[in-house]
């Protein structure tokens, strides 16, 4: 018999292997690692913040930015546009942000490397689901794709990476 041809009789090649889904629970972990790295962002820019509105705001005392003024408002803003910029360019530059790591978690597209509009929307779509109590998130439970809502806004899917 030729080595080069298979047997008729032997089992077929198994199908390539996908990368397994990103479970929710891998998610979660994930969010909780780059709450880190977020929160000593918000803290530098609450400092500067705050030195801003103390010295460049010529206060005679030293007090804290008061809860619903302009400057507690653009605070805010800052650091939901920081925590935008942490992920988009994490995943734009490796499809992985520093929580994702651990996890062998990565993000891909369809198409291959996910734009900037689609980063900006998925990050967008997820403060959403976060801020609803973190329903897009638990929505990949029930997808028949594994998949949360700013997966399917933005055309991405987060994909676990094997071991190397």
Known sequence: MDPA??????????????RPR????WRMLALFYDFWPVAALWML???????GYTYLGHHAQRENIPPGSLPSVLLFLSCMLVTGLYATL??????QTLGM???RLKL????GNPGWTALW??????LLSLLAGGLGFWWA???????????RASGTRLVRVPKA
């Not at 041809?5 to 996908?18: G, I, L, Q, Y």
């Not at 929307?121 to 997820?126: E, N, S, T």
């Not at 439970?141 to 997966?151: C, E, Q, V």
């Open 108 to 111: 891909v597209a369809a198409s």
């Open 90 to 95: 994490s995943w734009r530059r490796g499809g």
């Open 101 to 103: 790591r651990p996890w």
């Open 121 to 126: 929307l998925r990050y967008a779509v997820g």
């Open 5 to 18: 041809r298979p047997s008729p009789t032997a089992a077929p090649a198994p199908a390539p292997t996908t």
């Open 22 to 25: 990103a479970l929710v629970g």
């Open 45 to 51: 820019l609450g400092l500067l913040f705050n030195l």
């Open 141 to 151: 439970w029930l997808d028949r794709d594994g998949r949360a809502w700013h997966d």
